[in-house]
C-alpha cells in the first residue's frame, strides 16, 4: 500500500476513509487523525538563501537557511476536509461546490461518495 511507504496522497485519502467509515473501512477517529498527520507533515526541506544590503558604508550579507516542504499543505487538507464533509452530509451548496472544484466536479465527486465508496 503506497500510504505504508509514506506517501502523501494516499495517506490523506485513508485519513478520509476512516473518519467516514468509507472503502470497506470502520470509522476510526484515532486513525483518521494519524494519516491526516502523516499526509501534513513536512518530508524534505530545501536550502534558500537571501541577500541583505549593507547600510550606508557597511557590506551586505548573505543568510542561508532550510525551509520545510509539505507534500500535502495543510491548507490544502483543509480544504479538502470541508469538501468530504459536504459529500457526506450531501449538502450541495456554493460553497461545498467550490470546495470541491466546481459543479462538474462535485456532481462526480457526490456521485462517487455514494455509489462506489
Same mark, same amino acid.
Given at each position: 500500500m503506497r500510504a505504508d511507504h $509514506?506517501?502523501?496522497?494516499?495517506?490523506?485519502? &485513508? =485519513? !478520509?476513509?476512516?473518519?467516514? *467509515?468509507? $472503502?470497506? &473501512? %470502520?470509522?476510526?477517529? !484515532?486513525?483518521?487523525?494519524?494519516? @491526516?498527520?502523516?499526509?501534513? =507533515? !513536512? @518530508? @524534505? =526541506?530545501? %536550502?534558500?538563501? =537571501?541577500?541583505?544590503?549593507?547600510?550606508? @558604508?557597511?557590506? $551586505?550579507?548573505?543568510?542561508? *537557511?532550510? !525551509? *520545510?516542504v509539505h507534500d500535502l499543505p495543510p491548507e490544502i487538507a483543509e480544504m479538502n476536509d470541508r469538501c468530504a464533509a459536504a459529500l457526506a452530509a450531501e449538502r450541495e451548496t456554493a460553497e461545498a461546490i467550490k470546495l470541491c472544484g466546481g459543479q462538474e466536479t462535485f456532481g462526480r465527486l457526490l456521485a462517487f461518495w455514494r455509489n462506489r465508496l
Open positions: $509514506g506517501e502523501a496522497i494516499p495517506e490523506y485519502a &485513508l =485519513s !478520509v476513509f476512516y473518519r467516514y *467509515g468509507r $472503502g470497506g &473501512l %470502520s470509522a476510526d477517529t !484515532v486513525k483518521a487523525t494519524d494519516f @491526516r498527520a502523516r499526509a501534513t =507533515s !513536512v @518530508r @524534505r =526541506s530545501i %536550502s534558500v538563501a =537571501s541577500y541583505q544590503p549593507g547600510l550606508g @558604508r557597511l557590506p $551586505g550579507r548573505i543568510n542561508a *537557511g532550510e !525551509v *520545510g
